[in-house]
């Protein structure tokens, strides 16, 4: 079972513009983490947001958390040809697992 | 190690054999968690490692499945006779302890002919 669910599923724009993807859960969590995945590669970990922080920032990347909504959004700035990849939300709940969603793919047109 | 490393990166494996997948956590990491990802899919949760004890296996799909993390440090997937719907990527992740970052290797893309 999966507990994050990104939104959109898959997501095209062009180089240069911003790209926004979602994320909701279901449950309460501890924290949430997002993660890069180019194709036929390992995950890459981009940012881990606590649920008592509201927003963070990476370089190009913003996160930004409401567990009062259960959501976060991944906003990444001036998008690149090397951003194109897919996208998760992982979410840490009280129990022992790290649970992903089915992930946005990311496309930058050049 | 600098990362996570898992061995093999690639198995073909035919119905029916037994196969370990080998995890390298990343040194001092007291969580380690193995997961499944599909083609296309997300990661899913298989199972998590406390040191060595494992906490949590409620995502294995069967008793085919084993892992244990006898010393606390590398830990080994089995799969017994495997099956053809076990073709997948199996990711090894570890973090320093709970609910911090969890770092993944690069995966074993396993493939049951």
């Known amino acids: 079972s999966q507990q994050g669910e990104e939104d959109p599923q898959a997501l095209s724009i062009q180089e240069g513009e911003n790209a926004t993807m979602n994320c909701s859960y279901k449950?309460?969590?501890?924290?949430l983490q997002w993660y890069r995945q180019n194709s036929g590669r390992g995950l890459v970990h981009l940012i881990l947001?606590?649920?008592?922080?509201r927003e963070k920032h990476s370089g190009r990347l913003r996160v930004t958390l409401d567990t009062s909504k259960k959501s976060s959004s991944l906003l990444i700035t001036a998008s690149r040809a090397a951003d194109t990849a897919s996208y998760f939300c992982?979410?840490?709940?009280?129990?022992?697992?790290?649970?992903f969603g089915k992930g946005t793919r990311l496309h930058i047109l050049p | 190690g600098a990362g996570v490393s898992q061995s093999p990166r690639y198995k073909v494996a035919k119905r029916g054999q037994d196969v370990a997948l080998r995890c390298d956590p990343i040194?001092?990491?007291?969580?380690l968690f193995w997961y499944q990802q599909a083609l296309g899919q997300g990661p899913e949760f298989l199972t998590y490692?406390?040191?060595?004890?494992?906490?949590?296996k409620s995502g294995l799909p069967s008793d085919r499945f084993f892992a244990e993390r006898p010393e606390g440090s590398v830990s080994t997937l089995k799969i017994q006779r495997t099956q053809q719907e076990d073709s997948a990527v199996y990711l090894c992740?570890?973090?320093?302890?709970?609910?911090?970052?969890?770092?993944f290797g690069q995966g074993t893309r396993l493939t049951v002919v």
């Open positions: 992740a570890s973090s320093l302890i709970r609910y911090t970052e969890a770092f």
């Open positions: 449950t309460s969590i501890n924290n």
């Open positions: 947001i606590r649920s008592n922080e």
């Open positions: 992982a979410t840490d709940a009280a129990d022992d697992k790290i649970i």
């Open positions: 040194s001092g990491h007291v969580s």
């Open positions: 490692f406390q040191n060595e004890a494992q906490l949590d």
